[in-house]
């Protein structure tokens, strides 16, 4: 309830307004200073061209520059690739642990009307036990070749 009134009173005063306005100028100043970095990044290599085109020639440098790009654009979609595996993997295992604490939440929730109903101890020992038998099972059962685990020695 008094994280409520706080909420309500800095709305009320205006600070939740101010922080949007601080937040907006922010993201405004940054925007403003990516567009003139990409310029100078722009002028740079058009510098850089202009040099290395007075050295070598207009066509060896214009090729040179096309390859060089292409190459690292090259590298930057094989390191996406090489990547985009394990940010799969690390966002499977955080819904997972998700779920799990959503379970477990809901569980606790449920505890006390589940004490108090009339199956009583009964109603909650079955699940539990239950849910320690298949820990058991998936403990002692050995992975087949596609699980993660299969290259652990039985």
């Not at 390191?79 to 595996?85: D, E, I, V």
């Not at 642990?97 to 379970?103: E, L, Q, S």
């Not at 699940?127 to 087949?144: C, F, H, S, T």
Request: include cysteine; hydrophobic fraction near 55%; charge should be positive.
């Amino acid at each position: 309830m008094g994280m409520l009134v706080s909420l309500i009173s800095a709305l009320a005063s205006g600070e939740a307004t101010a922080a949007l306005q601080r937040a907006r100028m922010t993201a405004i100043l940054y925007g403003f200073a990516g567009i003139f970095a990409l310029c100078g990044v722009g002028f740079l290599t058009g510098a850089a061209y202009i040099w290395l085109a007075a050295r070598y020639g207009p066509l060896a440098t214009s090729l040179g520059f096309g390859v060089g790009f292409l190459a690292i654009a090259g590298l930057i979609l094989v390191a996406h690739k090489l990547t985009a595996g394990m940010r799969a993997r690390r966002r499977a295992r955080r819904r997972k642990a998700d779920m799990t604490a959503v379970g477990v939440t809901a569980a606790l929730a449920l505890l006390p009307a589940l004490a108090k109903s009339k199956g009583g101890l009964g109603t909650l020992l079955a699940p539990a036990i239950a849910l320690a038998a298949y820990a058991i099972y998936r403990e002692n059962v050995k992975p087949g070749p596609h699980e993660p685990d299969s290259d652990k020695t039985p």
